[in-house]
């Protein structure tokens, strides 16, 4: 069974910056995508950055340059860096991850096989 875990989120200052980790277990397949979303209180869940088992990384434009998804293959693990957080940024972090997804387009719309539980940053002022 798969099973995805969250980590690394905490409360920053503005101008700060946090390094979530997304633990990936029990994963059978070589293949993959997996995305890094983000639900706000009152506001829809949105993905923020992708990387497919490829390493090819997207972005959505509200963190493009200021946030980087890389792998630790040797981990099993997805990193989210993120720098010069800001205040909009606040919300809940959750990764999921897909297989089919990294053949029809690691797009960060659809269903995912696997979700995290979730881990909250929280931004100030």
């Known amino acids: 069974q798969v099973q995805l875990v969250e980590s690394g989120g905490g409360s920053v200052q503005s101008g700060g910056s946090l390094k979530l980790s997304c633990a990936v277990l029990g994963y059978p397949y070589h293949k993959y995508c997996l995305v890094w979303f983000r639900q706000a209180p009152g506001k829809e869940r949105v993905g923020v950055a992708g990387i497919d088992s490829d390493g090819i990384t997207t972005y959505a434009d509200s963190v493009n340059g200021r946030f980087t998804v890389s792998p630790d293959n040797a981990e099993n693990t997805i990193h989210l860096q993120m720098n010069n957080l800001k205040p909009e940024d606040t919300a809940m972090y959750y990764c999921?991850?897909?297989?089919?997804?990294?053949?029809?387009?690691?797009?960060?719309?659809?269903?995912?096989?696997?979700w995290g539980q979730g881990t909250q940053v929280t931004v100030s002022s």
């Open positions: 999921a991850i897909d297989k089919e997804k990294y053949f029809t387009g690691c797009y960060y719309t659809g269903d995912f096989e696997s």
